[in-house]
Nanobody
Framework: QVQLVESGGGLVQAGGSLRLSCTAS????????LGWFRQAPGNEREFVAA????????DYAESVKGRSTISRDNAKNTVYLAMNSLKPEDTAVYYC??????????????????????WGQGTQVTVSS
């Protein structure tokens, strides 16, 4: 059974930066696409970023493109999401997720939450204005 644990959230002022981490245990981490999603109160969960098992492929939501970088360290079973120029509208619970199918990358599906089988418990990011 795969378990994902996020960390790194917190309270930050607008314009500030954060780096979220998500460490996996169980399974074979390096074979899977990993994604970050977020959910603000009253909103549906939305895609933020994804990184393929090859690490050379990434995708970002338009809302964070140019302000965020997703990366992974397979030796540490960890995926990161670095965010800068944070805005109040970035306030949400951020979740990492591992895809259900190994060795698969498709930009048409990485933004779909149903692509992912395992989810972390989330970490709160609050951006004050």
């Amino acid at each position: 059974q795969v378990q994902l644990v996020e960390s790194g959230g917190g309270l930050v002022q607008a314009g500030g930066s954060l780096r979220l981490s998500c460490t996996a245990s169980g399974g074979t981490f390096s074979r899977y696409t990993l994604g970050w999603f977020r959910q603000a109160p009253g909103n549906e969960r939305e895609f933020v970023a994804a990184i393929g098992w090859t690490i050379s492929v990434t995708d970002y939501a338009e809302s964070v493109k140019g302000r965020s970088t997703i990366s992974r360290d397979n030796a540490k079973n960890t995926v990161y999401l670095a965010m800068n120029s944070l805005k109040p509208e970035d306030t949400a619970v951020y979740y990492c997720a591992q895809s259900s199918t190994p060795f698969r990358w498709s930009r048409t599906v990485v933004g779909d939450s149903t692509t992912y089988k395992y989810w972390g418990q989330g970490t709160q990011v609050t951006v004050s204005s």
